[in-house]
């Protein structure tokens, strides 16, 4: 039987932005050469993924939250937030003196108080690298690559598909969910901070689990059919819509118990073996 796979990327493909276990890129060809897809479902902008995620090879890309879906060079989803929702969501962060990235299909706009944040943030977790990569017997380079942060000044208001913000506040998820209301989708975000919150905030309706009920109906496959493997707030939506829904050992309880079926962690071969229990290896 041919099975579709979705893999969420972060804390579940890679930790700290670009750490992967050997194991999984081995799981996610073998499962291709024996006739299953396996697409990516990430909250990053497509632009945003690590080469050395894509250079693993998948069938196709849900990116930005479930805002954009693309198969080789085939846009096959595309639903960015109204201009109106785009302006709502700065004059709320100005307000409260959020910082916050605007990410569109192909770039990720930052506030200037966030890229000072990020590059606070890059710093500890190039040294959690280093020690990851050891741990894997791997050589214990640092990532150097740094983001393609452009200033929020410039984005098209037209394209942006979701927000992600930091705050100096730790219940911004929650005042955000009452400020803004129905219209959109707020959720905790998996930055590991020191201290305040940090978030993701879309299109109410806009998830990856509508982004993958849009992209079954493409291909001709059943919901019966399809895995769902993910460690985030973003995924929930992604658990309901598949037959099988898998959370990462390192996802946070409450996640673990919505996906009902639990893997290893990121590193320690979660993918591959959720892969080889399913048979899919």
């Known amino acids: 039987m041919t099975r579709i796979a979705f893999l969420d990327v972060d804390g579940t493909i890679t930790d700290h ?6 194991s ?11 006739g299953h897809r396996v697409w990516l479902c ?9 080469p050395d995620v894509i250079d693993i090879g998948f069938d196709g890309i849900i990116s ?3 805002a954009y879906a693309t198969r080789d060079d085939d846009m096959l989803l595309a639903r960015p937030m109204p201009r109106a929702d785009v302006e709502a ?7 409260h003196g959020i910082h916050y990235f605007l990410q569109t299909h192909d770039a990720v706009h930052a506030s200037p108080g966030m890229a000072e944040t990020m590059e606070q943030f890059l710093r500890a977790r190039h040294a959690q690298r280093a020690e990851d990569l050891a741990a894997l017997g791997l050589p214990s380079d640092v990532d150097h690559r740094q983001r393609d942060l452009r200033d929020v000044a410039d984005v098209d208001r037209d394209r942006v598909a979701k927000a992600v913000f930091v705050s100096p506040s730790p219940d911004t998820v929650a005042h955000a969910a009452a400020e803004l209301g129905e219209g959109f989708h707020v959720i905790p975000g998996s930055m590991p901070l020191p201290g305040g919150s940090n978030g993701e905030i879309g299109q109410a309706g806009v998830t990856k689990g ?3 009920t849009e992209v079954l109906g493409v291909l001709g496959l059943s919901a019966t059919d399809a895995i769902g493997i993910g460690d985030s707030w973003n995924d929930v939506e992604m658990f ?3 037959g099988t829904p898998v959370a990462m050992g390192n996802a946070e309880p409450e996640l673990q118990r919505l996906a009902g079926r639990v893997t290893t962690a990121v590193l320690d071969d979660g993918v591959r073996n959720a892969f080889a229990e399913l048979g899919l290896i």
Do not use: C, K
């Open 64 to 66: 930005n939250g479930g």
């Open 210 to 212: 509508s982004a993958i």
């Open 240 to 242: 309901e819509v598949v």
């Open 89 to 95: 969501l700065e004059d709320y962060f100005r307000a």
């Open 42 to 50: 990430t909250g990053r902008t497509e632009a945003d993924i690590h």
């Open 24 to 34: 999984t890129v081995e799981a996610v060809r073998q499962a291709r050469a024996n």
């Open 17 to 22: 932005g670009s750490v992967i276990a050997p």
